[in-house]
């Protein structure tokens, strides 16, 4: 249980503790974002842009039911963590975000460029959808998703919505190979500025290795995370017929995420696929295209009820969750905003932020006098023209 010193009372603030706590490169790889960062911006801008219908006044429900449930497993609120690569940002890492989700009784996407290996978080939270990149030749990508098989992973998550293009104007914190001792040496000021983040890790066995375990191959070490990123990079995309392909090869729930367009929705629909999440990368693919809340009801549309639909980017408050949802998302992936909780307070943080958007979406269902996250819809909210707009139906 966090003291009271240590509970926040908004993402925003769990973001203004995490850039106290952390080292200034380990913060702006947070940030993130690439080029002049329009995307990045839009994705929260863009549901201020969103009003709500006029509040009720009288006969509101008396309690709310927020519990729903993704790709086969029931959660307590429609919230999910996002998959995120390697977690440097506290000694608990994945675990952490694994037993924050849990206490929350909400699931998680781990990445396959994770910090930790998928058996250790599946241990700390069973309901687990392991993520992978198009990375390999077809039978790497096979011993990768049939680890996280054995593990217990409960679905398959495969992300589309990624580029190469990492160039940032207000400039790209330079990432290590590894943590030798010339690299030690090289962020020494940096550690010096923060000391008690450097005394965290020691405490908790040294500092992070920057490996990437679940991308190893059978018997051998883990990989550095730049070594996998070369091999990614290297390997050409996806194409529709290697998507179908993996989805039957998984044979189980099955997410495509990075879907922005509604053309893009139908074709998961014909792979089989159960969900899709609208999505940008949080802002970290093309710069320039719109807010991932702009795209979903064109896309929630053009699927209806054939899969679930997710949305990915820009949540920051309970009231953002009920506006996607209303809008046509089953439930919404955090990223940011759970690594923020996590710098700032470790898994007690992560359970925190779901905390705070469990309060808000609670809050506002009763101001709108919605009994249930089911029974919201369009009505409740109040879209500007042009709020779509460059959006492709």
């Not at 995307?39 to 929260?44: G, K, Q």
Request: with cysteine; hydrophobic share 45%; glycine share 10%.
């Amino acid at each position: 249980m966090a003291s009271t010193r240590e509970w926040f009372e908004t993402v925003e603030e769990a973001r203004r503790r995490a850039r106290r706590h952390l080292p200034r490169s380990v913060y702006l790889s947070l940030v993130a974002g690439t080029e002049q960062g329009i995307t990045l911006r839009d994705n929260v801008a863009a549901f201020s842009e969103l009003r709500f219908t006029p509040p009720h006044g009288a006969d509101l429900p008396a309690t709310r039911q927020l519990v729903t449930s993704v790709l086969g497993q029931e959660i307590s609120l429609p919230v999910i963590a996002s998959p995120t690569g390697v977690q440097a940002v506290h000694p608990e890492g994945e675990v952490g975000v694994a037993r924050g989700a849990a206490e929350a009784g909400t699931a998680l996407g781990l990445s396959s460029f994770a910090s930790m290996p998928v058996e250790d978080v599946a241990a700390a939270n069973p309901k687990l959808f392991f993520q992978v990149y198009w990375s390999g030749d077809n039978d790497t990508i096979l011993q990768r998703i049939e680890r996280a098989r054995r593990a217990g992973a409960k679905a398959l998550i495969v992300t589309l919505d990624w580029s190469f293009s990492t160039g940032r104007d207000w400039g790209s914190p330079a990432i290590p190979e590894k943590m030798d001792l010339r690299t030690i040496v090289r962020l020494a000021p940096e550690g010096l500025t923060r000391p008690g983040y450097v005394l965290r890790w020691l405490r908790g066995g040294g500092l992070p290795d920057l490996t990437v375990p679940n991308m190893a191959a059978p018997g051998e070490p883990a990989p550095t995370f730049f070594g996998v990123y070369g091999e990614w990079m290297q390997t050409p995309p996806p194409s529709w017929a290697d998507l179908a392909w993996l989805r039957q090869q998984w044979g189980g729930p099955f997410l495509v995420k990075g879907v922005m367009r509604a053309d893009e929705a139908r074709r998961c629909v014909d792979i089989g696929a159960t969900a899709i999440s609208v999505s940008n990368h949080g802002g970290n693919n093309l710069d320039g295209t719109p807010a991932s809340i702009r795209a979903l009801p064109a896309v929630a549309d053009a699927v209806g009820t054939q899969l679930e639909v997710l949305l990915d980017g820009g949540i920051r408050r309970g009231s953002d969750v009920v506006k996607a949802v209303a809008l046509g998302a089953r439930a919404v992936m955090i990223g940011r905003a759970y690594l923020w909780g996590l710098a700032a307070n470790g898994s007690a943080g992560v359970k925190n932020v779901f905390d705070l958007l469990r309060d808000g979406i609670d809050s506002t269902l009763l101001a709108l006098g919605r009994p249930s996250v089911h029974d919201l819809c369009p009505d409740d909210i109040i879209v500007p023209a042009e709020f779509a707009r460059g959006v492709s139906n």
